[in-house]
């Protein structure tokens, strides 16, 4: 199979290109090459601007069994890839968000594939909420254009709706992040007190399930949420991680207002606790097309153990301030319940 993989230098991208080379598969790859990439001489490359004619310009004279699209964000990107490739394209897959439920009024927690439809929330004010509408609309776009084509001209897309990411190379160093603070032996600030419910994917698993599901005629116009079983509440979370490392965390309970006041980034502090996360539910691919993803427990243990096989040089963006943290945590303590481990007490 000859698939072209549009973006995939960055977290998932590189681990679907391994898997297909390694399935035996040829990889062209498409992007601006402003990133290196890891492949070497086992992929051939083809450097352009989707966002204008280089896509059409680059494959107008060949055809691809599959395609991968990692980098689009706005039905122009889907618009301009439906007319580049139609006609000579096997299928095309097309990596979507949980937050296109995000942004539609009422959706329920978890959603399904079904409860995609319905009417788009206004954009909020706060920039940094626009900018988080910005993204779960602009997937919507691009969902919708693909439905469209597929109505229109049978284009074969499949559509990969998945949640927050974890995995060992996260670029956003969201999982690390709660990583550096366990094994510091200081207190974690958990805005709202983590008794929320978090449903994740885990990178390598997303790679499979692309791969899992290319060439699958039956997939062609359809959507599939793709994301782990399990739901544990932060806390929960928390407390597994820091047993895998050996940790006993205390976690405080604060307000984003107090740590905003504070001048602390709640985002930076503890990435699981914002309101644009995600929860979708999975039992569609589990059912029609039999993927299962991996273990909660087991992927958090490889996530771990690369943490201190290979320790990134530097910490992550915020923690310069964690003696700030822990002073006002210490603080707190005092006159707040301190949120316990499950099964640690209080």
Known sequence: MHVLVIGGTRFVGPLVVFRLLAGGHRVTLFNRGTLPDPFGDRVERLSGDRTTEDLWRKTS???????VDFAAYHREDVLGAVEALGGRVGHYIFISTGQVYLVR???????CEADYDGP?????????????????????ACEDALVEAWASDRFPATRIRIPMVNGERDHYRRLERYL??????GPLLVPGGGAHSVRHVY??????????????PETFGGAYNVCQRETPTL?????????????????VSVTTAELESAGLSPRELSPFSGRWMSMIEPSKVESELGFVHEPLESYLGK??????A?????????????????????KWLTKRATVPPPGMGA
């Open 120 to 140: 788009v929330m206004p954009r909020p004010d706060n920039p940094d909420d626009a900018a988080q509408w910005d993204y779960g609309a602009g997937k919507r």
């Open 203 to 216: 990178a390598g698993e997303v790679a499979r399930a692309i791969v899992h599901m290319l060439g699958r």
């Open 180 to 185: 550096w603070r366990l094994t510091d032996g």
């Open 235 to 251: 806390v929960e979370l928390l407390g597994m991680l820091g047993a895998m490392v050996g940790a006993r965390p205390k976690l």
């Open 303 to 308: 996530i771990a153990a690369s943490f201190f």
């Open 61 to 67: 004279d060949r055809s691809f069994d599959a395609v």
């Open 310 to 330: 290979h320790p990134p040089a530097t910490p992550p963006e915020g923690y310069e301030r964690r003696k700030e943290e822990i002073a006002l945590a210490e």
């Open 105 to 111: 009024q009422g959706c329920p927690r978890p959603a």
